[in-house]
Structure formats: structure tokens, C-alpha cells
């Protein structure tokens, strides 16, 4: 009966401690290279941006505006949405410089073909 117990007493440690580590290591290396790493990148792209805009700009806001900048302070920017309409918006919500028509929209704007003809 005895030998029993000192059977089950005597238990291998499987990879010793820092073995067991070594996976989670490599999966936050992984995470670090393709998730933070390009987020934390693209922060800064559009925080560089964001310093860089000056009157005369045309962007485009996170809400779907398309505006001219004509007016800026620290925190806010005043967009030209159309002739003499302006509309303040807080800086951070300014996406990035507006496209200009491509192959999917045409010149003229959205079109919307209602029945066959």
C-alpha cells in the first residue's frame, strides 16, 4: 500500500516553468506585429494629418460631410458644405483629405435608375 503513495507523490512538471510561458510570449509577439503595432501607425499617420490641415482643404468628416476648410482653431474646424453653409466641427473627426470622383460615383454625383428605363 505504501508503494502506491510514493507512485502518486512523484509527478514530472511537463516543460518546467518557463516553458509554459514561452506560447503566451509568442502569442502577444504576434499580436504586437499585426494588430497594435499598425493601429498605433496609423494613429500617428492621422494625428500628422490632422496638424497639417490649413484653409483651403478639401476633407471629409467621420459623419460623411465633404467640406472646404475655411476657418480653423485648436480643437474646432469650420467646413464650406455648399455655398455659404458652414458647419463647425471638432478636429478629431476629420478623416482624411476627400476623394475625388472615381470610378464608382459618377461626375455627376450618386444616380438611382427606378424601373427599366
Not at 499585426?34 to 501607425?41: D, V
Not at 453653409?85 to 473627426?93: I, L
Request: net charge positive; glycine share 16%; proline share 4%.
Amino acid at each position: 500500500m505504501t508503494g502506491i503513495a510514493y507512485a502518486a507523490d512523484a509527478a514530472p512538471a511537463a516543460g518546467g516553468g518557463f516553458g509554459a510561458f514561452i506560447p503566451l510570449i509568442l502569442i502577444f509577439v504576434i499580436f504586437y506585429f499585426l494588430l497594435i503595432r499598425p493601429q498605433q501607425k496609423k494613429a500617428k499617420e492621422h494625428q500628422q494629418f490632422l496638424a497639417n490641415l490649413k484653409k483651403g482643404d478639401a476633407v471629409i468628416t467621420s459623419g460623411g460631410l465633404y467640406g472646404t476648410i475655411t476657418g480653423m482653431t485648436d480643437a474646432v474646424v469650420t467646413l464650406e458644405i455648399a455655398d455659404n453653409v458652414r458647419v463647425k466641427v471638432a478636429r478629431g473627426y476629420v478623416l482624411g483629405p476627400e476623394k475625388t470622383a472615381g470610378a464608382d460615383t459618377p461626375a455627376g454625383g450618386a444616380s438611382c435608375k427606378i424601373g427599366g428605363g
